[in-house]
DNA sequence: AAATTTTTGTTATATTATAACACTATACTC
DNA sequence: GAGTATAGTGTTATAATATAACAAAAATTT
């Protein structure tokens, strides 16, 4: 029985679905208050739930924002080996599903031949819809 | 007469220079309490130096540790363009600087088409000095 | 020298995350 | 199924990281 599919504790459930309900990453706090009314009270419940759900894979957390993240990759059952696009204007997250570049993290090996467990990759730019909503504004 | 070649300010030196005696990252508030005695009182004067220090390259912010490490690449002029090793042990980090693995991820494209300014890429792992440690321990 | 921009110094506060402890639920083992 | 180990809960307090806001000084530009 692998960790995905052992049964998520009533804390976790809460936690997951609140962040996967979102299209956007949450904060911690955010979480927290909206959990509230579920019964969840302070951020240790709140870290727990995050720190398990990454454990299994279920939510990446977003290391240049503090926030977290539904994985969007169904068979993405590890944590720490995550790509990301982040818009610099709205902030928007999207996962990267790219075969290639997870085929030239994986290789990578240093100088020294050390091979690395796991990677964090975060890509910085202005989406579409922001780049659109620039170039409206400028014509005005 | 471009960013790097314009002087630097009295705190910003000064936190530059204890973040480059230094061969591991370190926290704001550890440099805060390296500096007090020249004259640098709070943490907003710590934290400006900062952004300052990584707005025109001197200096990275390591993500996953919250802490600061100064650039070790002498073309590095520009922020937000970084790779990183970093050992889950010692919390040793180091600047990668692998001419290949700078040309694909300049060149990635997401689907859109959408073009990067910029990223930040974290490998983890367990450095050589520490896998030997732990050969070391298993030995007794 | 006046105006602008950058940097400084300071106080207070916001935001993010963990320590510690007592207790409960669940899973595992014989 | 009683005993035991493991994982999860609830709670309070506090640690660690980062920024807002404002007034003053210094450096740079015009
Ligand atoms: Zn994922
Ligand atoms: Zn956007
Ligand atoms: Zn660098
Ligand atoms: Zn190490």
Redesign the interface.
């Known amino acids: 029985m692998d960790k995905k599919s052992k049964s998520l504790s009533k804390n976790q459930k809460i936690v997951l679905d609140f962040i996967q309900k979102n299209k956007k990453p949450v904060k911690a706090y955010s979480i927290l208050s909206n959990v509230q009314k579920k019964g969840i009270n302070a951020p240790p419940q709140v870290y727990r739930a995050l720190d398990k759900l990454i454990e299994i894979g279920k939510i990446h957390r977003v290391?240049?924002q503090n926030s977290f993240v539904a994985c969007k990759i169904s068979n993405c059952d590890t944590p720490?080996k995550t790509i990301f696009?982040i818009c610099?204007s709205c902030e928007i997250v999207?996962e990267?599903n790219?075969p290639k570049?997870f085929k030239?993290?994986k290789d990578?090996r240093?100088k020294?031949g050390?091979?690395?467990?796991?990677?964090?990759?975060?890509?910085?730019?202005?989406?579409?819809s922001c780049k659109n909503k620039q170039i409206e504004n400028t014509k005005h």
């Open positions: 290391e240049s720490h696009s610099n999207s990267i790219d570049l030239n993290l990578f240093d020294d050390t091979v690395f467990d796991g990677y964090n990759l975060e890509f910085f730019g202005t989406c579409k």
